[in-house]
């Protein structure tokens, strides 16, 4: 078995015992594109319980395109406080609805190259929302995906894009949807940025440890 299977039947076993990622508790909850869409936006630069919580509220009032334009921008950028840049998410969201009828004839387009047209909308996002959303197959890298897979020595890249890139090369296709939920939570819980938990990493001699100077 070659060793990213090991690291990934590993770590997807070991994830199981922490909290889902809000966009993937949002897809179970929803089960459709749209609320999928509008949480990424929100989660950007905002932690999960934050998004969660806001989330509540804005679906509530919003759950479809022609909510939001009913919406002001000073009402949505209201319902979604305190999510980090609120105020710019909240003019993205107002946009949105145009931008889906006029662009893609009222449907969430289900390619990165698409979706990174929609008001903030980037890669990141982009990728996770096919993966999540669509179930398509999309490597959504973030920081801990980039960390994560530069500290294992699996790529050598220096911006996540690079890693991104170098992924859809190097990883395995049967892997590019679960990657990002897998690392997100490992990142956070386990593999931290800084002092690492290395003493109890499931993975720890399928490491290399690249940057690592100080673990637990």
Same mark, same amino acid.
């Given at each position: 078995?070659?060793?990213?299977?090991?690291?990934?039947?590993?770590?997807?076993?070991?994830?199981? +015992?922490?909290?889902?990622?809000?966009?993937?508790?949002?897809?179970? +909850?929803?089960?459709?594109?749209?609320?999928?869409?509008?949480?990424?936006?929100?989660?950007? /630069?905002?932690?999960?319980?934050?998004?969660?919580?806001?989330? %509540?509220?804005?679906?509530?009032?919003? $759950?479809?395109?022609?909510?939001?334009?009913?919406?002001?921008?000073? +009402?949505?950028?209201?319902?979604?406080?305190?999510? @980090?840049?609120?105020?710019?998410?909240?003019?993205?969201?107002? +946009?949105?609805?145009?931008?889906? /009828? %006029?662009?893609?004839?009222? /449907?969430?387009?289900?390619?990165?190259?698409?979706?990174?047209? &929609?008001?903030?909308?980037?890669?990141?996002?982009? $990728?996770?929302?096919?993966?999540?959303?669509?179930?398509?197959?999309?490597?959504?890298?973030?920081?801990?995906?980039?960390?994560?897979?530069?500290?294992?020595?699996?790529? %050598?890249?220096?911006?996540?894009? %690079?890693?991104?890139?170098?992924?859809?090369?190097?990883?395995?296709?049967?892997?590019?949807?679960?990657?990002?939920?897998? &690392?997100?939570?490992?990142?956070?819980?386990?593999? /931290?940025?800084?002092?690492?938990?290395?003493?109890?990493?499931?993975?720890?001699?399928?490491?290399?440890? $690249? @940057?690592?100077?100080?673990?637990?």
């Amino acid at each position: 078995m070659a060793a990213i299977d090991r690291i990934y039947q590993t770590l997807d076993h070991e994830v199981q +015992q922490y909290r889902v990622p809000i966009v993937d508790l949002i897809q179970v +909850q929803r089960g459709d594109p749209f609320h999928v869409l509008i949480a990424t936006i929100l989660s950007a /630069r905002t932690n999960d319980a934050t998004t969660a919580a806001v989330c %509540e509220r804005l679906f509530k009032t919003v $759950n479809s395109f022609d909510d939001l334009d009913r919406l002001t921008v000073e +009402q949505i950028a209201k319902l979604i406080y305190p999510v @980090g840049f609120y105020h710019t998410k909240a003019k993205h969201l107002k +946009q949105l609805p145009s931008t889906i /009828r %006029e662009r893609f004839h009222g /449907r969430i387009p289900d390619s990165v190259d698409e979706l990174i047209e &929609l008001p903030g909308v980037g890669r990141k996002t982009a $990728n996770l929302v096919v993966a999540v959303a669509f179930d398509k197959p999309a490597i959504c890298v973030d920081v801990h995906v980039h960390r994560i897979m530069n500290r294992l020595g699996y790529v %050598e890249t220096k911006t996540p894009l %690079e890693t991104e890139m170098a992924l859809r090369q190097k990883l395995p296709v049967k892997y590019w949807k679960g990657i990002n939920r897998i &690392l997100v939570a490992f990142g956070q819980f386990l593999c /931290r940025p800084i002092t690492p938990k290395c003493s109890i990493c499931p993975v720890y001699d399928l490491c290399e440890r $690249n @940057g690592v100077t100080r673990h637990a």
